[in-house]
C-alpha cells in the first residue's frame, strides 16, 4: 500500500530555531504540494513541484520558508529563523501531474515553536 | 473569487441514519470537485471526484455525493452512518485559473459526528 512519508511527526523547537520538515513521495509520482493547516486559516498551499521543479510557491513567505526537491523521492520544507505564528500542521501530498488528479497526504508534521 | 463553501461546522447523526454533508462552490467554468476525510491526527484521505460525466459519484468507504450545476453544490452522502465515519470532511475544487495543475480551493471543513 503506497503511502507518502513525512518526518518528523511532531517538532517543539525554540523561535528562531530552524526546523527542516521531509518528505517522501508516493514512487512514481511526479507532483508534490505542501500544505499548512490552521485552525484559523484552514488549508492553505504553500508550493507545488512538477518533475522536481517549483512552480507555485505563491502562497510561501519568502523570507523565512524554502521548499526544496534534491530528488524524486525526498522533498524539504525549511523554517529559518522559525516563529511561534509557523505553529502548524504542515502536509505534503503527491500526484500523478494531470489537470484533475487526485492528491494522497502524508500523516503530516506537527510544529509548535516556543 | 473562486470558493467552496462548507455551510455547517458540525453535522451530528445517529448510527445507521442517513448522512449529507453539504458543499457549494462558486467558480469560473466547468468545476472540478473533490471531497476528502481527515481522521484524527492523520492526513487528508481521498473519498471521491467529479470531473465529467454522471452526476451522481461513488466513492470509498460507501459515500457518494451528487453534483448539481443549477444549485451549484456538491453534497456528500452515506445512507447509513457508522460511528467510525465521525471526522473531518473536506470539500474542495480545482482553481480553474492555476495555470494548468491540480491547484485545490479547499472549504473550511465539517465535522461529523456520528452517535452511537
Known amino acids: 500500500d503506497a503511502r507518502v512519508t513525512q518526518t518528523p511527526r511532531h517538532k517543539v523547537t525554540e523561535m528562531g530555531q530552524e526546523v527542516t520538515m521531509r518528505c517522501q513521495p508516493i514512487?512514481?509520482?511526479?507532483?508534490v504540494f505542501w500544505y499548512r493547516q490552521t485552525m484559523m486559516q484552514g488549508l492553505e498551499l504553500l508550493a507545488y513541484?512538477?518533475?522536481?521543479?517549483?512552480?507555485?510557491d505563491s502562497g510561501m513567505p519568502k523570507d523565512r520558508f524554502s521548499a526544496e526537491m534534491p530528488d524524486a523521492t525526498l522533498a524539504t520544507l525549511k523554517i529559518q529563523p522559525s516563529e511561534p505564528r509557523d505553529s502548524a500542521v504542515y502536509f505534503c501530498?503527491?500526484?500523478?501531474?494531470?489537470?484533475?488528479?487526485?492528491?494522497?497526504f502524508g500523516p503530516g508534521t506537527r510544529l509548535t515553536v516556543l | 473569487a473562486q470558493s467552496v463553501a462548507q455551510p455547517e461546522d458540525q453535522v451530528n447523526v445517529a448510527e445507521g441514519n442517513p448522512l449529507t454533508v453539504k458543499c457549494t462552490y462558486s467558480?469560473?467554468?466547468?468545476?472540478?470537485l473533490f471531497w476528502y476525510v481527515q481522521y484524527p491526527n492523520r492526513g487528508l484521505q481521498f473519498l471521491l471526484k467529479y470531473i465529467t460525466g454522471d452526476n451522481l459519484v461513488k466513492g470509498s468507504y460507501g459515500f457518494e455525493a451528487e453534483f448539481n450545476k443549477s444549485q451549484t453544490s456538491f453534497h456528500l452522502k452515506k445512507p447509513s452512518a457508522l460511528v467510525s465515519d465521525s471526522a473531518l470532511y473536506f470539500c474542495a475544487v480545482r482553481d480553474p485559473f492555476s495555470g494548468g495543475y491540480n491547484k485545490l480551493i479547499f472549504g473550511a471543513g465539517t465535522r461529523l459526528a456520528v452517535h452511537p
Open positions: 514512487l512514481g509520482h511526479n507532483t
Open positions: 467558480v469560473s467554468g466547468n468545476p472540478y
Open positions: 501530498a503527491s500526484g500523478i501531474d494531470s489537470s484533475t488528479d487526485t492528491q494522497y
Open positions: 513541484f512538477r518533475n522536481r521543479a517549483p512552480l507555485d
